[in-house]
Structures are given as C-alpha cells and as structure tokens.
C-alpha cells in the first residue's frame, strides 16, 4: 500500500462507506426507531415537567447508552451472531480495556490508580490491543471446546478478572520502577473521555459562541458539553459498524457464518477455522475494550461494581432481540433494550413516584400501598420483565427482529447473474 | 460447463496421487480399519464398495485427517498427509464430499458455494476493509460469482441459488454438496455416496462429467452402493470388509471375486 | 454433535497426560509446603484444622447442590444458568415456612414470611422447626421447578443446548429479581448462633465437647460449664479450641451425607436409575426403546429440585445470614464441582464439591484473602482445558 493516502481516496471511501449503510432501509430503520425513542422521552420528560434543558440532557444520556449498547452488540454479534463463539465474558473484556486504558493515562500522581500519564489516544491503543491479546489467551485454550464449555470459561474469567480488579493485592504495585495500581474496591480515577466535550469547546473556534447560544436556550454547559461526547461516541459507532458491515460483507465474513453452521464442512473446504476464531475474537474483543472505556468509564471513574456479569447478559439480550447475525439488528437491539427496557422505567420510577414516603418492605405495602411500592421498586422488577422477555424471545421468536433476514455474506450482490450464451439458447429454444 | 471452471495444476506427475499404506485405526476396543492398503491411479474412477460396518467411512475420515490412524500412512502426491489436519488437506487439493449432505444450511446455496474457491483475497481480515484492497476483493468475487453460477447451472440447481441450503430436499442438497466440492478446484475428490436421491437423467449427465474430468487427469474415489454405477463406471474397484482389503481389481474381478461374493451374501453383483 | 467432531476436536491432546502429571506435581508440593509450615510453626493445627473442616463443610453443600445440576446437564443436556438460583429459592422458601411456624404469635404473619423479624430460631432452641423448613424447602423448591419446566423447558424440549441455556438464565433472572422484590435485597440474619461441637483443651484437659455459642473457653473455671465434655487425655498447653464445628454445620453434613447415600440407593438399584442412565446416554435410542422419557424428566427435576432445595435452606443454616443473590454468586463454584468430577455423575458432584470446597478455603495459606475465590476458578479453567470429561467422566455411575 502507497504511503499516504490521499485526499481523493479518503473522500471516496467515506462515500462508499455511507452509500453502504444509506443503500437499504437500514438506515431508515435505526433513524426511525431512534426517532420514536426521542418522542418517547420528550413526552415523558415534559409530563414530568422538564425545563428544555432537562429534556435535551434526557435525549442525550439515552443516545448516550444506546450508543454504548450498540458498540458491544455489534462487537458480541462478531463473537456469537457470526461465529457462534459463546462468550459470556463481555463484562470482563469491557473491564480489561478500561482498567489498562485508564492505568496507561492516568497521571502518576492520581490517587487512586496511579499510571503512566500517557496521552489519551495512545492509551486508548494500549487498552485494545491489551483486550485483544486477552480474548487471544481465553480463545487459544478454548478453539476445541465445545460451546457451553467456552461459555463458562468465559464467565469464570470475566469473575477472575473482576476479582483481581478489586482485591487489594493489585490495588498498587510497582512495575519496571513505576508504581501503577487498580485502585482495588475504591476504583480507579483517570482523565477522562467525557471531558473531551469542553476541550473541543474551548479550543474549535465557534464552539464557544455555539455554547453560549445553548446556554440562552436552557441547555446550560455540562449538557453543551455532554452533547459533544454524545456525537463523538455516535460517530465512533458509526465507524465501527461500516467496518463491521465491511468484513460481514466478505469471504471472510462467510466462512465465520460457516464455521458457526459446520465448522468441519468449513475445514474440509480448506479453512484453517482455529485461525479465524482466533483472529474475531481478539478483535471483538479489542471492541469491547473500547466500547467499556468510551461507555462505561466516560466519566474518568471505575470499580468493579461497574463490571458485573449482568452487564453480559443485558447485551446477550440486546443482541438477541435485535437477531444476532444481523449488525442492523444489533444496532436496533441495543437502542431497543438499552432505552425501552432500561431508562425509560428507571426514569418512570426517579420522576413519577409521587407519593410522599413508599413503604420500606412489601409486608407494609400489601395492607393497601402496593402500587407506590412498586413504582420505587421497579428496579428488580424491570429484571423479572427482562428475564420473561428472554424466555419469550428463545421461545417464540429466537431470530429477533432482524435475524431471519438474508444477509448474503458477500462483498458483491449474489443475485446477479451474467447472461451466458448457453441460458439465452435454452431460452430461444423453450 | 465451461473449460475455465476446474484448472489442474501442471505440478502433478505422480501416478498415484492418492495413496494408503498399512491404514489402521482403532477405537478403544474396536478396530475399525485394519492394514488397509490400496494406491488410487491419477485420472481414474476408481470406487470403493463393502458391506456396512466395512470401514469405508473411517478411512475417508483417516484420508481426510478428520481422524488420525492408529497406524499406517497416508500419502497424496507423494507426500506423507497422515497428520495433517482437514484444512491442510483439502488446501493440498483432495476434497471429500459427506454421505449425509453437510450443506451449511442457514446460508444460501450461493454462499455455500463461495466458500469453496481457493485463494480467496477477502478471506483477510484487513483485505476486505481497507479501502483499495477491497477492490480487490470484490473482482475476485465477481469473477468467483461467475464460476459459481456455471458450476449451479451444470448441477441443475441454479434455480435454487437464493434458498436456504436447509430448504433444499435430500437429492438437491446432495447435488450442492458435490457441486460445492467440485468449486474448490481439487485434484482428488473423495465422492461419499453422491448420487443418492438424484434422477437418472442427471445422474447419468453427472457420471459422463466425472469421466471428462478424469481424462483431464482429475482422480476420484467414489464410495456407491448401486451396484450398477459401480460396475458400469469404475475402472477400478477396491473391496472392503471388515476393515481390510477383501478384493482390488476391474470389474470382470470382482464379479466373480468368490469372496467378495460371500462378504455380500448372495447380493446380485 | 457426530462421532467425527468428538473425534476431531480430541485430536491435539498430547498434552492432556503431561497436564495431569503437572496437576499431581503441583498438589505434592503445595502439601508439602502446607507440612513445612506446620512444623516450622508459621500456621498451627488448629487453624489449618478449622479450613479443612470449612472446606468439607461448604464443599458438601457444593456437592449436595451439584447433583441436580449435573443430572439436568446430563439428562436435559443443557447447562442449567437457573440453578444458582434454585438455591435461593429453597432458601428464602424454607426460611420462611420456618419462621411463619416457629415465630407464631409473636408478630404478624406478613412480617414473619417474609423474614422481617427474628423469632430467634437455631437448631437447638427449634429443632422439629428447622426439620420443617428444611422439607417445605424441598417441596416448594421442586413445585417451582417443575412449573418453570412446565412453562418455559419444556415447550423448546429439542432445541440445541446454547438455546435452553439462554432460557435458564432468563429463569434465573426471574427468580432472583421476584426474590429481590419481595424480600428487599438487603442481608438479613436468619439463625441464632448454635452452640460448637468438637476438640477443646480446657483447663489442662483435653476431651471432645459441646460449648455453646457464649462461652469462652480461656474464661471457664472448669469443663463442668460445658453442657457436654468427655475427657481424653491432659496437657501443659493452654484453652483454646483444636478443632470445631457448629451444630449446624453438623446438621448439614448429615443431612447432606444421608441424601447423598439415598439418592445413590435410588438410583442404583431402581429400574429409574438404569432409565436415567440410559437417556444421559443416548435420549433417541432411550426413546425409541420405550423408556418414557418425560417422566424421566421429571424425576430429574424432581429429584434434583428437592436435593437443591435442602441445599440452599442447608446453606442458610450453615452461614447464619442470606440475601437475595447467594445462589447466583455460587453458581460458578457449583459448575466448577460438577465438571471437575464428571457431568452425570453423582459421586463426581460430591468429589467435585468437596475438592472445589477444599481449594477455596485452603488456598488462603497461599493467597490474599481477595484471591482465594480466583483458585476455584482457575481450577475450573484448568480442568476444562487438560480434563473436560472431569474426574469420574465417561464413567456413568448412578
């Protein structure tokens, strides 16, 4: 490949790139459904009386976290919906990435968690490549395993993983004579990405007049700057589903979907599958890093609460709604689960509780105050409509939303068909 | 089908591209193959016949290195292929079909048989993002497209190649599956029981395929329990019973093979 | 999966002898180590005495627990992600029952339920109590698991093995979180202290003994303030306990010892044990040969749910305290036991359990107190990776 590239070609692939996702309805689709998720919050925000401030902050945290949801659906829709590697330890990937990025920026005098005060990007770097290289040491081992065993693997690292964050042993320890640490159960504090929004309106000209017009409309400065993250992270998305699209639309994305069908039909073929498997799953892996640095640690602080294994399982959820195999329907998945099944009803229950003091226990509730207790204990039960849903989802409808579609694993239109002599023959002659 | 489909390698001069020697595989208690010997000529059709339980199965899967014998050794163009693993055989250019049709069934006829071309650029994971490389990418599909749509056309199936594979009926899926074999461009092809459930017509048109094929110097084994393809078609026969060698000649042979004969209890041959 | 892929997949392990032989290696030395310490007195008896009997304690219980789990791995073929939460179903189930009928007329009916108030209950104040609670456990716990088998197994019977493992963990939200709901999530204290059976040095005295939870031994005066004493030998040395164990850690490992024993005589000398073998082997030809294959099914969920139940309620009077997520954070720790000792075998859920129970605890004399967890599941990890077919594998014992 050429040195540079150039401008030419940089502007060609971004047109190519956004003919990829306009051509069909899926763009149409996940506007559409994120439209309908905006109009959602808008009404419930102004029943609750929201100034437009607060109501503009509402579509940000929600776009915020469907972005989050739909980066690790798509990256576990690599794993699971392609190539039918059943990893449950997303959780765990998430926590490698943003624990490594957050030690490799973190300034060496922060307490706790002091780092390597790296810049930002580089860290970035180091924490992707450190999930990769650990989703290559959990696949190596597990290529012959059949899959609820690699699903359980999984999960026992993703607790390993967990433990060792928050044991004490690891909370500071030096390295090459510098002294790096997680923090153990009080966390890890790093710079972090979400101040990214007032850089960019303290330094691109314009930002800041920008900022002062919102502030006179309502939407005051943390939201101004919130915002910005917001679009930052978007785009990010955006970026990783047209590449995710790309590879999905390949040979190599075929022999994934076959190794997910037959991995010994794959083999006969002469596919070396064990590589394949290793090579999607660092990368996804290396996603999920990312995914949990940008989403989960965009305020600069961590622990290991923020890394439970029901994380995973909120984006097997997602994904599954959606239709694994699908990237649009991990994208809708994620925007469905993360804003219907999980802000709208936290946000219900902190707005619309009402009553003056809900009682403490559903023994006092059931002499007459049931309703008010269950608005400010929606929390489990929004865990017991997740776990029915499930249920329902593998029973009635295990292919989603969009899983059922075909999406030809090719990077050409397998439809179309050259016009060969012997077929116009046949044709003259029927 | 078009010349261009199937290219032979010039490289090949041996004149057993496939060969066994002293085969033996065992599992636990149970000796499956026993001293199976038998060398298969180059551009022959050359079938392998015997009662069930004769082992056949388990040497394809010793052939084709989805096991590894007890024993013995295993040698395509001269090269010892004992311990290789499946891929790295069918890369080597020996390619088997299965007895029950393996079509990937969640994936279109189309993409079934994509998989099967060689030296597909786009199986790289930077090849098919990087703007540039995936141009690259996408004429190589095409033209695979092309292939693939001849090769559909000669099996009959090209009517079919936006279903699911798992739609397909039992004749049809075994069709693809020998279709989808066929597009790897091998030069040993393993048939196991191909032509089960496929009409006489195109059976026929399928059999006078092989037979060009082989005298481009394409080699197959055919694994068959109709009698009559056997004897009508194979230059060769290799009988197996009980996990050996029971007879290995023409057809004249083994017809009057008094062994062979017994081994099949009275079965008109 | 075909005989191919079984076949194919074991075909690069050459390293499975060299990993055993390592994994023997590594157990002398740490003995060895363990020894050492002993006699250079960095640790003493009775410390090393009380981890080996809270390794058996809790690996009985993983044991217990973990036969149901494996026979719906073996039977159902599906690994069961609800099964930690059986356990607290049983828990929270038997409790209640428990409370309900030990606390009557102390307070209201409500609070008592649902484990808002302490009638003050261990095993020697309420014993016909605590026998009670333990069986409603067993009953409710298996009513529940025929249901959800009912409603949400049996409809997709036929569907691959990742399917139902994904409905299973939709149970096991559900069951949690309705737990959650009802109870609060909150810890809560359930039992009173019991009183300590076991090796005390009293006074210059050296007997087997009862004491009961107030008392101190480097306090008493004499061993007639014990409730039970029975003298073996004297010594120079001064009171403290040698080794010890609560009454309801004994009650549990009776308890879980006599059904243990029960379920190996069912099972072997049933014409359901032989039937169940049969289906953990091969369920289509178990089917076409007449064994009727949904009872079997329930028997398995019966079997099994009564076995967790009395797990989970064990467990509880065990420890003393219970929240609402005990059985999900036991979960791994459970599957750990069922594949370290061979998935459809009983005597390898109770092996697995008790070495899975013995590493955990033992492993603090090696690592912080923050890592200990970490051993249980690298001895998972390891076992999947050099042993997958755990230790009794292959081998289908009743």
């Not at chain 1, 622990?303 to 329907?329: E, H, K, V, Y």
């Not at chain 2, 590894?68 to 790295?88: C, K, L, N, W």
């Not at chain 3, 594949?339 to 129970?357: F, K, N, R, V, W």
Request: aromatic letters at 8%; proline letters at 4%.
């Amino acid at each position: 490949m050429s040195g540079k590239l150039s401008e030419k070609t940089v502007r060609e692939t971004v047109i190519t790139a956004i003919g990829e996702m306009v051509g069909d309805n899926d763009l149409r689709m996940i506007a559409g459904l994120l439209a309908g998720v905006y109009l959602l919050c808008i009404a419930l925000g102004l029943l609750a009386g929201f100034p437009i401030g607060g109501i503009v902050n509402t579509l940000r945290a929600v776009t915020v976290f469907a972005a989050g949801y739909g980066m690790l659906v798509l990256a576990l829709n690599l794993h699971w919906g392609y190539t039918g590697l059943f990893n449950i330890g997303v959780a765990g990937f998430m926590a490698i990435g943003t624990y490594v990025t957050a030690i490799l920026s973190s300034p060496p005098t922060m307490m706790p968690g002091p780092g390597l005060g790296l810049p930002v990007p580089i860290a970035i770097l180091g924490g992707m490549v450190a999930t990769a290289i650990a989703g290559l040491l959990t696949a190596l081992p597990a290529l012959k395993m059949r899959a609820d065993y690699l699903a359980i693997v999984t999960v026992a690292l993703s607790e390993i993983i967990r433990l060792s964050i928050k044991s004490q042993s690891l909370a500071e320890f030096t390295l090459a004579g510098r002294t790096l640490g997680t923090g153990g159960g009080r966390g890890i504090r790093y710079p972090a990405p979400g101040s990214i929004g007032g850089a960019v309106t303290e330094t691109v000209p314009g930002m800041a007049t920008l900022a002062e017009a919102a502030a006179a409309v309502g939407i005051n400065t943390p939201v101004f700057t919130g915002l910005i993250y917001m679009f930052i992270l978007v785009a990010t998305v955006a970026i990783f589903y047209s590449i995710i699209v790309r590879i999905g639309s390949s040979p190599f994305g075929r022999v994934l979907k076959a190794i997910r069908e037959d991995e010994l039909v794959a083999s006969s073929l002469g596919k070396n599958t064990s590589i394949y498997k290793l090579k999607i799953f660092a990368f996804g892996c290396a996603l999920m890093g990312l995914g949990g640095y940008l989403w989960l640690g965009r305020s600069g602080f961590v622990n290991d609460l923020s890394f439970r294994p029901n994380i995973t399982f909120f984006i097997f959820i997602a994904l599954i709604i959606g239709g694994a195999g699908s990237n649009t329907g991990s994208i809708l998945g994620g925007i469905m689960f993360s804003s219907l099944l999980f802000y709208v009803p936290q946000f219900v229950s902190q707005n619309f509780s009402g009553n003056a003091s809900p009682p403490g226990s559903f023994a006092a509730a059931i002499d007459g105050a049931i309703v008010p207790y269950i608005i400010t204990n929606i929390g489990p039960l929004r865990f017991v409509g997740i776990g029915v849903l499930l249920i329902y989802l593998i029973q009635r409808r295990p292919d989603g939303i969009l899983g059922h579609r075909k999406e030809d694993a090719a990077a050409v239109n397998l439809g179309e068909r050259p016009q060969s002599q012997s077929r116009v023959n046949k044709e003259k002659s029927s | 089908m078009s010349q261009q489909t199937l290219t032979l390698s010039e490289n090949t001069t041996t004149e057993t591209p496939l060969r066994v020697e002293s085969l033996r595989k065992e599992f636990g208690g149970i000796t499956a193959v026993a001293d199976t010997s038998f060398a298969v000529e180059k551009g022959s059709l050359t079938g392998l016949i015997g009662p069930n339980g004769a082992g056949k199965s388990t040497t394809f899967n010793c052939i084709t290195g989805v096991y590894t014998p007890t024993a013995g050794r295993v040698y395509f163009d001269d090269t010892d292929i004992t311990t290789d693993s499946p891929h790295e055989i069918a890369q080597q250019g020996l390619v088997r079909t299965f007895q029950i049709a393996r079509e990937l069934s969640e994936m279109t006829v189309m993409e079934n048989m994509m998989l099967s071309p060689k030296h597909q650029q786009g199986e790289s994971l930077l090849r098919s993002v990087l703007p540039g490389l995936r141009e690259a990418v996408i004429k190589q599909e095409e033209k695979n497209r092309e292939r693939v749509w001849e090769m559909l056309e000669f099996f009959e199936i090209d009517h079919l190649a936006g279903e699911y594979a798992g739609n397909l009926s039992g004749g049809q899926a075994k069709l693809l599956e020998m279709a989808r074999a066929l597009m790897t461009d091998p030069e040993v092809v393993l048939l196991d029981e191909p032509l089960a459930g496929v009409n006489p017509t195109l059976e026929q048109k399928l059999l006078d395929r092989i037979h060009t094929l082989c005298d481009e110097g394409y080699t197959f084994l055919l694994v068959e329990h109709d009698m009559n393809i056997i004897m009508n078609h194979c230059e060769r026969i290799i009988v197996m019973h009980q996990g050996q060698v029971l007879a290995d000649g023409d057809a004249d042979a083994i017809r009057e093979n008094e062994r062979v004969i017994d081994a099949y209890l009275g079965d008109p041959v | 999966m075909g005989v191919a892929e079984r076949v194919w997949q074991g075909r690069g392990r050459i390293s499975d002898r060299l990993g055993t032989i390592l994994i023997a290696v590594m157990i002398l030395i740490l003995i060895g180590d363990v020894l050492s310490q002993l006699l250079t007195g960095v640790i003493a008896v009775p410390y090393v005495a009380s981890i080996i009997i809270e390794g058996i304690v809790v690996g009985l219980a993983y044991g217990l627990a973990g036969i149901g789990l494996s026979m719906t791995y073996s039977i159902l073929s599906f690994a069961n992600f609800a099964h930690g939460d059986t356990i607290t179903v049983g828990a929270f189930s038997g409790w209640s029952v428990a409370y309900a009928i030990g606390g009557i007329g102390s307070t209201s009916f409500g609070s008592l339920f649902l484990l808002n108030a302490t009638p003050g209950i261990s095993i020697v104040t309420s014993f016909w109590v605590v026998i009670l609670g333990l069986i409603s456990a067993a009953v409710i716990t298996v009513a529940v698991s025929l249901a959800v088998d009912r409603l949400v197994y049996h409809p997709i019977r036929d569907a691959e093995g990742i399917s139902l493992l994904i409905a299973s963990i939709g149970v096991a939200l559900t069951f949690r979180y309705l737990i959650a709901f009802f109870y609060g999530t909150s810890v809560r204290g359930i039992t009173d202290p019991a009183s300590k059976v076991g090796l005390f040095s009293v006074n210059g005295q050296i007997g087997v003994g009862v004491i009961r939870p107030n008392q101190q031994l480097a306090q008493l005066t004499s061993t007639d303030a014990l409730p039970a004493f029975l003298e073996l030998t004297s010594t120079a040395g001064p009171s403290e306990v040698i080794l010890s164990m609560t009454l309801h850690a004994v009650v549990l490992v009776v308890v879980a010892s006599l059904l243990m024993l029960g379920v190996h005589l069912l099972l072997q000398q049933t014409k359901l044990g032989k039937a169940m073998r049969a289906m953990a082997d091969n369920k289509s030809l178990a089917q076409v040969s007449g064994i009727p294959t949904e009872r079997i099914i329930r028997m398995t969920w019966i079997i099994g749910g009564a076995l967790t139940g009395m797990a989970g309620f064990l467990i509880v009077l065990n420890s003393g305290t219970t929240n609402f997520n005990f059985g999900w954070r036991l979960l791994l720790y459970i599957f750990a036991s069922v594949i370290l000792g061979g998935i459809g075998s009983i005597y390898g859920a109770i092996a697995g359990g008790l070495i899975i129970g013995l590493v955990n605890s033992i492993a603090i004399i090696w690592l912080p107190s923050g890592l200990t967890k970490v051993a249980a599941f690298a001895v998972l990890i390891i076992v999947l990776l050099v042993r997958p077919e755990g230790l009794f594998g292959g081998v289908t014992t009743a």
